[in-house]
């Protein structure tokens, strides 16, 4: 389960977070998530996943697709 304690530091506030890339269920670059949610899901310089925008009713139910997807849990939701 992604920690809330850990979040990657480009996230904007609200539901959605990606967590920090250096703890252990941190992203791995997969590129999953910003090429499904473009709205929503941005990747630093170093190829590590944020959310850049929270998601509007429209997206809602690819963000919470995306949570399921992600190998490694690291997106959660507040
Ligand atoms: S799906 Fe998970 S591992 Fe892949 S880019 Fe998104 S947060 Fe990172």
Redesign the pocket.
């Known amino acids: 389960m992604a920690d809330l304690n850990n979040v990657h530091e480009l996230n904007v506030k609200g539901t959605f977070f990606?967590t920090a890339p250096d703890v252990d269920d941190g992203?791995?670059?997969?590129?999953?998530?910003?090429s499904q949610v473009p709205e929503v899901?941005g990747?630093d310089e170093d190829g590590?996943?944020y959310v850049h925008t929270q998601p509007s009713n429209e997206h809602i139910e690819l963000v919470e697709e995306?949570i399921l997807?992600?190998?490694?849990e690291?997106?959660g939701k507040r």
């Not at 992203?27 to 910003?34: H, N």
């Not at 997807?69 to 490694?72: A, G, I, S």
């Open positions: 990606c992203c791995i670059q997969c590129g999953l998530c910003p899901f990747e590590s996943a995306a997807d992600c190998p490694v690291s997106i």
